[in-house]
């Protein structure tokens, strides 16, 4: 059989959730040969390797080892490296993922060869242009040609845009599907039990958007939000590599490590993170992933952010934005219970890279009892 080559491109901590049901839901599929494409945007082991060992992804068909640089140096070293492969070999489908530099890089090289690419997660909006993943999304968006959206807002965002109505299919929250891939790992991971927690005993904090650490004058005052907060119930937080570089620059770790109640660690795997998330009383972050998964597993979240470009995770879920000066009150508020429930939005069901594998199927053309 003529199979079709589809090339699933993975780059950052928050792509590895996102490809991993999809690669595992293609492989089942005769007429696919997968190409699993890394482009190394991160590499410590903590933010790559972990989580391809624990989504059971096998090594990279492709790395292209871009690593770290200024946003042109990225997003040009992605575009470089990836081109070469394309021309070398070329695809019949891009898959790309998030909103990451690595997203609209390969997206770019794709759209210029007229080789089609698909982007999931598409029509997410924060409608703030100072976020990068903001510019990575409107471009990726205008130039895929077919958009896999989560919500019915991503639906919306983008026939605001123009975007004729054939391009666009919902398919739900790919997130959810590793979560439902992972649920009996996560569950028994003993996360919680191994930091000496209890159950709902503890909160747990995610942060590395620049416009909260990238600065002394952002993140000094968020340091002593989360102090105070510690003081109030106890709370891990696994630092991101971004977030690690601007706390020693600014000479702000020790107030931190030294902080009665607040345990900074490396950043975890996927698993042993979601249980501890899942178990805790509440989540501080500015992470986008992680308003998701807080809004599935129906825990408090606080987003350190002014904008949000999930607003189902707010209309519908637990979460809610939190300006960085009231984290404490919004900590005490939910101490008191005085938290919405929420509820899980439509098609987060973890059958999200079955809808996928369906829907590139018939682009494809390939018959339904083939897929
Ligand atoms: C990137 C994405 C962001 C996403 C985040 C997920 C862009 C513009 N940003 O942000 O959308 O939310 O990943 O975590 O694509 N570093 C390491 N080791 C690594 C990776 C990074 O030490 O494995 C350090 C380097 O100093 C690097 C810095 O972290 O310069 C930032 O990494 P980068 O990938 O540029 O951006 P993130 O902040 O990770
Ligand atoms: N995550 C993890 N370990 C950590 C922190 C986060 O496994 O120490 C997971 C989290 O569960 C979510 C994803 O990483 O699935 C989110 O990635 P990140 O916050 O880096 O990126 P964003 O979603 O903001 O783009």
Known sequence: MNRHRIHLIAAARPNFMKVAPLYHALKEAPWAETVLVHTGQHYDPNMSDAFFRDLGLPDPDIHLGVGSGTHAEQTAGVMVAYEKVCLERRPDWIVVVGDVNSTIACALVGAKLCIPVAHLEAGLRSRDRTMP???????????AD???????????NLRAEGVPAERIER?????????????????????????????????????????????PEALAPLVEQLVASAARLPLVFPVHPRTRGRLEDFGLMSRLKDAEGLRLVEPMGYVEFMNLVQEARLVITDSGGVQEETTYLGIPCLTLRDSTERPVTVTEGTNRLVPPPELLDHVEQVMRGDWPEGRVPELWDGRTAQRVVASLARRLGVHADRT
Not at 133 to 143: F, H, M, P, V
Not at 146 to 156: A, I
Not at 195 to 203: A, H, I, V
């Open 171 to 215: 398919v739900g929250n790919i997130m959810i599907d590793s979560y439902e891939m992972m649920r009996s790992r996560i569950e028994a991971a003993g996360t919680r039990e191994a930091f000496g927690l209890s159950p709902r005993g503890y909160g747990v904090v995610t942060l590395h958007r620049p416009a909260n650490v990238d600065t």
């Open 146 to 156: 077919l958009l896999w959206t989560p919500s019915p807002d991503g639906d919306e």
């Open 133 to 143: 993943e903001e510019i990575n999304r409107i471009l990726t968006d205008a130039i």
